[in-house]
């Protein structure tokens, strides 16, 4: 099993930054991928940005040059880097990791950026 926790989200002001951070726990041994997703109000939870052991790094179009994902693979801890926040980035931030074919998922963070 594997667990995770995010910390970091809140409130800011359009044109802010804010750092998540996902701790993972647990076995964390042979995660192939970690990543950010993110779920808006009445809408689908859809990508932010993945970290994958065989196919790198991976952005949301609305989002890159904006957002830089890293992971401290000694610790198990995947952060996300977001500047220049936009209102359109509001949303629950939840952090994903995938072992041996199954995905996990945190509790989810709040992100909320006014105009």
């Known amino acids: 099993q594997v667990q995770l926790a995010e910390s970091g989200g809140g409130l800011v002001q359009a044109g802010g930054s804010l750092s998540l951070s996902c701790e993972a726990s647990?076995?964390?041994?042979?995660?192939?991928?970690m990543g950010w997703f993110r779920q808006a109000p009445g809408k689908q939870r859809e990508l932010v940005a993945v970290i994958d052991r065989d196919t790198g790094t991976t952005y949301a179009d609305s989002v890159r040059g904006r957002f830089t994902i890293s992971r401290d693979g000694s610790k198990n801890i995947l952060y996300l880097q977001m500047n220049n926040l936009r209102p359109e980035d509001t949303a629950v931030y939840y952090c994903s990791g995938r072992r041996l074919g199954q995905d996990y998922w945190g509790q989810g963070t709040q992100v909320t950026v006014s105009a």
């Open positions: 647990g076995t964390v041994i042979s995660m192939s991928s």
